[in-house]
């Protein structure tokens, strides 16, 4: 009878024992298939990102109108396609519009930027070296040899310029000159980790000297009817033998928009900017005749623009 009891006591044992693990691998099991199905999920997504990003890369190396960049700053790079290059400047197309890796649409510009002059170039910059986010920097063409830079980045799903202003009223508040293809100086020069861009201009040593003749004079006057005197002195300007680079405007990115550096904010920044390139001047050391200069061709191609 003893020996019965004992054995029942072992069999109840065993039998609690047993439900007690099936029990635990009912409620552990679960837990580890779904970890296991998340490793599997996080893997495909992985793979996903990784080849779409490769497919990306591959088609920006031949379209100059794609940059593959990371504009909302959550570590995974998105595909920017400027639609005005892809498709016309019709006046629909929005100048930029961005995707995610899941082809979802993340941004675009806004209505207002829908014109914008012939594209040269589009790449990237990082406006605050402590943001993930990435920006784009687009060169226009503008009068002869002139060029813009216009800066954008991705806020809230649109795209905005980051102009020099805080509250642009239109493109020009935005659109940052440079006297030559690519002769916009951006970088961060005074290593706060806040972009500094530099228009850059020329010092005209032998600024109103230069003889056009009457031929030219004449066909300027045809050409640019009220606006001829200044064309003409312009003309002169550009046949006149250039001097050395000018540091004529910088602006530094405060995080909102490209502040514009007046005063010992100025010096201390142009004097950085000699330092490192010795070819070039600050804009008060330049003669007043080199600045009036300066000024005259700079107003003359903005009211070109305002046409
Ligand atoms: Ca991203
Ligand atoms: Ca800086």
């Known amino acids: 009878m003893r020996k019965l009891k004992t054995r029942l006591k072992k069999t109840t044992l065993l039998f609690a024992i047993v439900v007690l693990i099936i029990g635990m691998g009912s409620f552990i099991y679960p837990k580890y298939k779904l970890k296991q199905e998340q490793k599997v999920e996080k893997q495909r997504q992985e793979k996903l990102i990784e080849e779409t990003v490769l497919q990306w890369e591959l088609e920006a190396e031949l379209n100059e109108d794609m940059l593959v960049i990371d504009v909302d700053g959550d570590g995974i790079k998105d595909n920017v396609t400027s639609m005005i290059m892809r498709w016309g400047n019709d006046g629909e197309n929005p100048l930029l519009s961005a995707i995610n ?49 216009l800066f954008l980045k991705l806020d809230d799903g649109m795209f905005m310029p980051v102009c020099f202003v805080s509250e642009p009223n239109d493109p020009y508040d935005c659109l940052f000159n440079a006297i030559e293809i690519g002769g916009l100086m951006v970088e961060d020069l005074n290593e706060d980790g806040n972009l500094d861009v530099v228009e850059i201009d020329y010092e005209y040593p032998q600024a109103g000297r230069a003889e056009l003749g009457s031929k030219i004079e004449n066909t300027i006057d045809e050409v640019f009817g009220e606006v001829a005197e200044a064309a003409k002195r312009v003309a002169q300007q550009e046949q006149s033998e250039r001097g050395r680079r000018v540091a004529w405007n910088i602006y530094s990115y405060n995080g909102n928009y490209f502040e514009p550096q007046l005063g010992d904010d100025y010096t201390s920044l142009a004097l950085r900017l000699v330092n490192k390139y010795p070819d070039i001047m600050k804009k008060t050391d330049m003669s007043q005749e080199s600045i009036e200069y300066v000024e005259l061709s700079r107003g003359f191609w903005s009211h070109k623009y305002d046409e």
């Open 101 to 149: 890796y899941k082809k979802e649409k993340i941004g675009v510009t806004p209505d207002w930027l829908n014109s914008t002059p012939a594209m040269i170039s589009m790449r990237k910059a990082k406006l605050d070296s402590n943001n993930p986010k990435e920006s784009v920097v687009m060169e226009f063409l503008e009068g002869t040899h002139q060029s813009s830079t």
